[in-house]
């Protein structure tokens, strides 16, 4: 129940006049309104009144009847409906594209023969230069007759009738807004019996197109003239204009010839369909950054694993940004660098068995010392000399010494482990550096079992000769603080102790010993 007053208490009525209230029908008039009435529980509710007059003969005031009815779902959907709308309004304003909900008309065949414009966010408001409040409820045709001659309102209509959505790329307007022909896109989907309708004016970048492909045909014959590969790469955008991809738009005859794909295979295809790594390995990225701010894209040496070699390749890469793509050259310098590699190479080996040169083992030696400085592992150098060397030559020339040299150096690889250092310093001298030794005991294995695997008979050439090998060896190992000069001297006198005893042996260098303190006589 409702408690009632001479005068209704309403909170928030929706179709009454400021301060009308049921008194008034004392006047004459009927009350017909929706409004809020405080129920003796303490809550509220929405219902539905209507009061009017009963007059008497001379027109004076008898009584008054009035109904109510429940509206609370009533006025429930209302407020959903406000809200709903009040969203859909804030969502059409954050476009930054213009945007219009149109409404059909139709005739009585039921043909669209129009469209009124339901809504329309600011920016569509600003395009049109109409003012949102004549713009709402106006037909399109009435403002804008042009849009059936250009054909747009058919492609309204189909999309209408069909429900098929509307996408419409750069197509050329008379715009009767801005009194010239322009460019535009267009996007639009059925809504009810209506339009929900977007376009962009993108005059602008078919203009610069435009101007750029007058300048083709000189710039393709700029480009096949080039020996280097160079392609134009046109940026591929998506419906915000931001960039996802390139497009071979002009390629030379060596990008062909590189790519390995004739010209109108390459022209067209998308960068990333051809080379889906350059995403990954941040190459795009950086096509795009050169496209965003103008900045030349330069790139020396640089790696990058090509997807159709199949293996790392490096390259000098040069992109310069023209209209809304890339200028871009590349030449691969894979074998300069390999064969800058291979000097650097063979500068730090010996030609004849490719161990480390004397200059390389020393700055290996050093690195080696101050690493294992810092732990418990201890380090050993072998120095061996090559027994008898020059009889061999005087037999059977310099061509079977190298061979027993050759052999023996790759029995020394095969002997130690891929850590320690093997080098060849002189004509039948090898020094072998052995790291993370737990004692003095490893090293001498180790000097063992040299001597057990390169003292064996090599055979030269195919025939059956061999020659007997046999290597004397001086073993030293290193102190904390020792330079790689001390501990090569070390193991120099142990070797020249060894030779004096009868060569193929080792002999230890003992730091105690007075004896071994004097300089080796060379």
């Known amino acids: 129940r409702a408690i009632y007053h001479k005068r209704f208490e309403v909170l928030d009525a929706l179709r009454l006049r400021p301060g009308m209230h049921v008194a008034d029908v004392g006047a004459g008039e009927s009350v017909n309104l929706r409004a809020r009435f405080r129920t003796v529980r303490g809550t509220y509710r929405w219902l539905g009144v209507n009061v009017h007059p009963v007059l008497g003969d001379s027109g004076q005031l008898v ?35 213009p945007h219009v909900l149109l409404a059909a008309e139709r005739d009585d065949d039921d043909q669209i023969v129009d469209f009124t414009y339901r809504e329309a966010n ?29 054909g747009l309102f058919d492609r309204y209509v189909a999309c209408v009738q069909t429900g098929e959505p509307l996408a419409l790329h750069e197509v050329a307007v008379n715009s009767e807004v801005a009194g010239e022909e322009r460019w535009f896109e267009f996007s639009g989907a059925a809504s009810g019996d209506g339009l929900s309708l977007t ?24 480009l096949d003239s080039a020996l280097e590969p160079h392609v134009y790469l046109l940026a591929v955008r998506d419906e915000n204009g931001a960039v996802m991809d390139f497009v ?23 960068l990333l369909d051809l080379l889906p790594g350059q995403a990954g390995s941040g190459m795009l990225a950086m096509y795009v950054d050169a496209l965003q701010t103008g900045e030349p894209l330069e790139l020396d040496d640089y790696v990058y694993p090509h997807d159709i070699f199949g293996e790392d390749r490096r390259y000098d890469i040069r992109a310069v940004r023209v209209g809304d793509g890339l200028s871009f050259g590349w030449r691969d310098v894979t074998e300069r660098h390999r064969a800058a590699e291979r000097l650097r190479y063979m500068a730090g080996r010996d030609p004849l068995t490719k161990l480390l040169n004397r200059r390389t ?35 059977f020339g310099h061509a079977g010494g190298d061979a027993v040299l050759a052999t023996v150096a790759e029995r020394l690889r095969d002997a130690v482990h891929g850590d320690d250092l ?34 064996e008979p090599v055979r030269l050439g195919r025939g059956r000769r061999t020659v007997p090998v046999s290597v004397s060896i001086g073993l030293a190992m290193a102190e904390r603080t020792d330079v790689p000069e001390v501990l090569l001297s070390r193991a120099d006198q142990a070797l020249y102790r060894a030779k004096e005893t009868g060569r193929a042996c080792t002999v230890l260098y003992d730091p105690d010993d007075p004896s071994w303190r004097r300089p080796r006589r060379r």
Not at 127 to 149: D, H, K, N, S, W
Not at 199 to 221: C, I
Not at 249 to 266: F, I, S
Not at 432 to 439: E, F, H, I, K, N
């Open 361 to 395: 083992l020393d700055n290996g030696i050093e690195k080696l010392l101050r690493q294992e400085a810092h732990t418990e592992n201890k380090v050993a150098l072998l120095f061996i000399d090559l027994d008898n060397l020059k009889p061999i030559n005087d037999r």
């Open 122 to 150: 600011p920016a569509a408001c600003d395009y049109l230069r109409v003012a949102r409040e004549a713009l709402l409820g106006a037909r399109m045709l009435e403002l804008f007759p042009g849009q059936r001659t250009s």
């Open 422 to 455: 093997v080098a060849r310093i002189g004509g039948d001298e090898f020094v072998v550096v052995l790291v993370g030794l737990s004692s003095l005991r490893d090293a001498l294995a180790t000097a063992a079992r040299v001597q057990e695997d390169v003292c």
């Open 199 to 222: 376009w962009r004016d993108v005059s602008d970048r078919v203009r610069d197109r435009r101007e750029l492909d007058e300048e083709r045909a000189q710039l393709q014959a700029v």
């Open 63 to 97: 009584a008054r009847v009035g109904s109510f009815r429940d509206a609370e779902a009533e006025v429930s959907a209302e407020l959903a409906l406000r809200a709903e709308r009040a969203a859909l309004r804030a969502t059409l304003d954050s476009l930054l594209d």
């Open 248 to 270: 071979y738009e002009r390629v030379n005859p060596a990008a062909c010839a590189y790519l390995q794909m004739a010209r109108e295979d390459l022209e067209g295809a998308r």
